[in-house]
């Protein structure tokens, strides 16, 4: 049964950091785009990263542009999201999510999601 279990949420002060994780199990990622999407309370699922099955393309919303990265590590089965400077607007739900072929930024074209992780920055 393919499963992505998120990890690396946690409260964290305004400009500080954090390192989530996206595992993967019951199949292997190397044959799939990789998503990071966030929900904040009474707001759309929003897609923040993605990364290309071969690690080579990646995409990033304009809000988290210069200070969020995403890698992937196919070896660990395993995809991460690095977030510096964390403001306050940043903080939400974080899912990653899991299609075959290309990056996407709509939510709707993934096939598998976590369960989430909440990220809270505090001003």
């Known amino acids: 049964q393919l499963q992505l279990v998120e990890s690396g949420g946690g409260l964290v002060q305004f400009g500080g950091s954090l390192r989530l994780s996206c595992a993967a199990s019951?199949?292997?990622?190397?044959?799939?785009?990789i998503g990071w999407f966030r929900q904040a309370p009474g707001k759309e699922r929003e897609g923040v990263s993605c990364?290309?099955?071969?690690?080579?393309?990646?995409n990033y919303a304009d809000s988290v542009k210069g200070r969020f990265t995403i890698s992937r590590d196919n070896a660990k089965n395993t995809v991460y999201l690095q977030m510096n400077s964390l403001k306050p607007e940043d903080t939400a739900v974080y899912y990653c999510?899991?299609?075959?072929?290309?990056?996407?930024?709509?939510?709707?074209?993934?096939?598998?999601w976590g369960q989430g992780t909440q990220v809270t920055v505090s001003s």
């Open positions: 999510a899991a299609r075959r072929g290309f990056c996407s930024a709509y939510y709707g074209h993934y096939d598998d």
């Open positions: 990364i290309k099955s071969s690690g080579t393309t990646t």
């Open positions: 019951g199949f292997t990622l190397d044959y799939y785009a």
